[in-house]
């Protein structure tokens, strides 16, 4: 299939794009800045054609309508996170109107699948969650945005639209060709700067994962579906321990009781508002809140109807450290043991 990716230079959006390639899809490629193919593919040997790289914006309909033409599915992978509060405007106003925009536009082109990348924290709420997976009802920016997001995606679902929903947690896994906000935090778990974390869990994807549920879910016909990305219930102890185990250093850390891992991150926020951005810490309350919740989110559909096998989470974090040190991102002697 002529498969559009929306997002494909980022993280999980280039993996997508190598799973899609890997099964024999061609993948075309929407981008703002089509110098950023290159780079990002580089390290897989990948290369795309003319016609496989359009210039545009999510959130601009007629260059969406233009990207899709010829496509017969299309992936929306593109959205704005970041751990920096004086952003959130920008996520409000931005992944829901791009959600609405790219999944309409696609469902008119006649695409099917269309496949929305949203996130585990469109579902983490209080009360625990379901096999309905109700929505979640934190209430802080990049939350509440994904969660505005699939209000728009379930609207078409319920019409019965080939929407399909695919929901990654937090994404660990090789080749974030952006260093983005969560791999940034974990760059600094592995460097030792960072020995708080809330009790608490949340779910854990890698990235690689979460790219081939996406492409088993690539065949046209089988209407709109829901899948959690498989992967693990993670709490700091698992976290800190597989770093530990892959760097051979020990990583200690404190688990802050949950009104106390509140407040705290409250206070980082209150302080990264009034401080240059490159003095900026790589916490903020969203995050406690998710851990706080503690939503266990049922993947069993990505299992046993895809076939899916998660990987392994400490070789996921093995993976991603061994990365960084290949990339720059961290010095040789964190290279895993």
């Known amino acids: 299939m002529r498969v559009l990716v929306t997002g494909g230079t980022g993280h999980v959006g280039s993996h997508i794009a190598l799973a899609l390639l890997r099964d024999g899809h061609s993948v075309r490629l929407l981008v703002r800045r089509p110098e950023q193919v290159a780079v990002t593919f580089a390290p897989y040997d990948v290369r795309f054609g003319p016609d496989d790289i359009k210039v545009g914006d999510v959130l601009d309909a007629s260059s969406v309508r233009s990207a899709l033409e010829g496509c017969e599915a299309a992936v929306h992978a593109a959205a704005l996170f970041t751990l920096d509060i004086r952003k959130a405007q920008e996520m409000l106003d931005t992944n829901a109107t791009a959600t609405r925009i790219v999944l309409d536009a696609a469902l008119e082109q006649g695409c099917d699948p269309v496949v929305h990348i949203s996130s585990s924290v469109a579902l983490m709420r209080h009360g625990g969650s379901g096999p309905d997976l109700p929505l979640g009802d934190i209430e802080h920016a990049y939350s509440k945005s994904k969660v505005l997001s699939e209000v728009e995606a379930r609207k078409l679902q319920d019409d019965g639209r080939p929407v399909v929903t695919v929901y990654p947690g937090a994404i660990y896994g090789p080749g974030d060709p952006y260093v983005g906000s969560n791999t940034e935090r974990f760059l600094w778990v592995v460097r030792g700067w960072f020995p708080l974390w809330s009790k608490g869990g949340v779910l854990a994807s890698d990235v690689r994962d979460t790219a081939d549920v996406v492409a088993a879910v690539m065949q046209p016909g089988q209407g709109p579906r829901r899948f959690v990305v498989p992967g693990i219930h993670m709490s700091g102890d698992d976290l800190y321990a597989a770093v530990a185990k892959a760097i051979g250093r020990r990583r200690p850390h404190l688990d802050l009781p949950a009104r106390l891992g509140l407040w705290t991150s409250k206070a980082v926020d209150v302080m ?42 400490e070789q996921s974090i093995r993976d991603e450290i061994e990365w960084a040190v290949d990339a720059g991102h961290l010095p040789e002697r964190y290279r895993p043991r």
Do not use: C, K
């Open 272 to 313: 990264q508002a009034r401080l240059p951005e490159r003095l900026h810490y790589p916490a903020d309350s969203e995050g406690a809140e998710m851990a706080v919740r503690d939503t266990v989110l049922d993947d069993s559909p990505a299992r046993i109807e895809l076939g899916i096998v998660p990987i392994p989470f």
